[in-house]
């Protein structure tokens, strides 16, 4: 079959023939129907992600939405090695698949997964968002911050503020803060949201992360789910004190697979309904090569691959 190869750790998949998978106990072989990019592709690539670790040769791309035997489609994150998202064919182990509602969009069904779960269950399992509470995304220009925006407000928020560097596509959000000025921040942060944020999904740490939790809420909860812009921050000790802060980490592996598959579930019935929507770029699967140069300059729209 034809599938993104990865030959060398650290090298970029090329198009080239690969073993077909085979059924077997408890595994059955679909088609590929759309695969979503991520940064999170490029960073396995490079052996970055110690619960992905692939030995060469391998096929690239971690999710995609596939299509079984029997018509039906699912989602599908991490297929057993040394298989991957990026091939006409992906073995699906038994209860691995979450089931894609009909009609909806398969590249939008795929990118629901590793950027849309992140959002919603930072909001709805770790930040635990009441209807009515105020949100405050900070990274809301990227995929995962778009959807997130979208996730608080079908969730039930009475507020919803995005913040990203540069220019954020508002998705349904009351205001939308422009991080590029760090002397501005706060002030943008407080006009945005004058009675405090009660929830924060953070995409980006680095300097944007105090101004944030200055104007948290007493019992706010914050989410820290990305570090786009840096891996440190200084944060006042005070701070989390006098307001009771709840700081949670999330990682890929931050929640059972029952929750990850609830969420997704009602995640695909609000964009069914058209209450989420991304802008996705289409490629095709012969086009990796270009594709995945795409992809490390950070696309403006989230790129989907197609057989």
């Known amino acids: 079959m034809r599938a993104a190869v990865v030959r060398r750790s650290g090298a970029a998949p090329a198009l080239d023939q690969f073993a077909d998978p085979h059924p077997g106990p408890g ?4 088609t590929l129907v759309a695969a979503a990019l991520n940064p999170l592709d490029i960073a396995i690539v490079n052996d970055q992600i110690p619960f992905r670790r692939l030995e060469p040769p391998y096929i690239a791309g971690y999710e995609a939405v596939v299509q079984l035997g029997d018509g039906t489609r699912c989602y599908l994150g991490g297929p057993p090695a040394p298989f991957g998202a990026l091939a006409e064919l992906v073995p699906v182990p038994d209860s691995a698949g979450f089931p894609v509602p009909a009609g909806l969009d398969p590249g939008l069904a795929a990118a629901l997964g590793v950027a849309g779960l992140a959002g919603w269950v930072a909001l709805d399992y770790h ?11 900070l990274g809301a220009g990227g995929a995962a911050g778009q959807l997130a925006v979208q996730s608080a407000r079908v969730l039930g928020a009475g507020r919803v503020v995005g913040a990203a ?5 508002d998705r349904g959000a ?3 803060v422009d991080l590029a000025d760090d002397q501005a921040i706060d ?3 407080a006009a945005a949201a004058p009675g405090g944020y009660d929830v924060i999904v953070d995409f980006l740490w680095g300097v944007s992360a105090p101004y944030a939790m200055n104007h948290a809420n007493l019992g706010a909860r914050y989410i820290q789910v ?3 812009a840096g891996p440190m921050s200084t944060i006042s000790a005070p701070v989390v004190r006098n307001k009771v802060l709840t700081l949670v980490g999330q990682g890929m592996a931050a929640a059972p697979a029952e929750v990850r598959r609830a969420a997704y579930a009602r995640m695909a019935r609000h964009a069914a309904d058209g209450q989420i929507t991304l802008d996705l770029e289409q490629t095709r699967l012969a086009d990796i090569g270009q594709t995945w140069e795409h992809l490390k300059t950070g696309p403006s729209r989230k790129l989907v691959v197609t057989p």
């Open 27 to 30: 595994v059955a072989v679909a």
């Open 127 to 137: 930040g635990h968002l009441q209807p009515g509470e105020t949100v405050l995304v």
């Open 165 to 169: 560097r540069g220019q954020a596509a």
């Open 174 to 176: 009351d205001a939308v």
């Open 187 to 189: 002030a943008a942060l």
């Open 226 to 228: 990305g570090s786009s």
